[in-house]
């Protein structure tokens, strides 16, 4: 249909460098450095992760651990192709990019283009 799109939101998994490791409140935490870009993760899925060892971070929580080479390479196509400042701006940058994004009349998708049709 024309004028039509349909938006894939993503949540990639980025592999980082653990930088410091804490511990608040009983939950292993982190400082974790994305080629720049510095965000506190849970570590609690990987205890054996160490200082200066890669982990693939979802949603805040490193799931696993990486090795160096493949998680500089991968940090390099990310930012290459844009995807890595998108995944990891500030929770008040999402906000306020969503705040300023086109808004839909029927964002699942049911709206006919033209008039309404009744019975």
Known sequence: MAGRYNVVAMCLAIPGR????????GLMMGRVNFGGIIKRVCLDYVPDIE???????????A????????????????RKMGMLEEELVSEEEAFARAAEAPRSACPDGSCEDGPAKLG
Do not use: P, Q
């Open 51 to 61: 200082v200066g060892e890669y982990a693939i971070v979802h949603v805040g929580f």
């Open 18 to 25: 653990v930088d410091e490791i804490l511990n608040e409140g």
């Open 63 to 78: 799931i696993s651990k990486l090795d160096a080479e493949t998680a500089e390479k991968t940090l390099e196509v990310f």
